[in-house]
């Protein structure tokens, strides 16, 4: 089972998918050199979370999209621990699970990213951070 927070449920032409993204031509540098502002400790962020469906090849073209499934919007601590982020999951998909992905801004649904242990979360949150 994936959750994906950047995952989008296929809505035809009004999908974020069917417009072109802008591009960042300059990678930031590694997070553990640069690290993002510091945040409060009780900042929220939000999750976009698809589960329960399926990626696939679009009719029209050649992009990838997640068909089916459920899509709810989840709001967590900055600061919550993967462990406590799994449970939340679990809690919102009532299935058990033990790692999830997430979807770049720009990127196709062929380059999801894992998050299996607190080190990837703290990836991802410094990626939400970026943006």
Known sequence: MEASPYSYAESGGSSPH????AV???PPPPYEDHPPPPVPPNHKVKFMVS???RIQPR???THLSY????TKILYVDRSISF???ISKLSSLMDDSISLF???LPGEDLDALISVSNDDDLQH???EYDRL
């Open 67 to 70: 068909v089916g499934g459920e």
């Open 18 to 21: 069917c417009r072109e993204p």
């Open 83 to 85: 462990s406590a982020l």
């Open 124 to 126: 991802l949150m410094y």
């Open 24 to 26: 960042d031509t300059n």
């Open 59 to 61: 009719h029209n073209d």
């Open 101 to 103: 992905k997430y979807q």
């Open 51 to 53: 589960y329960g469906g």
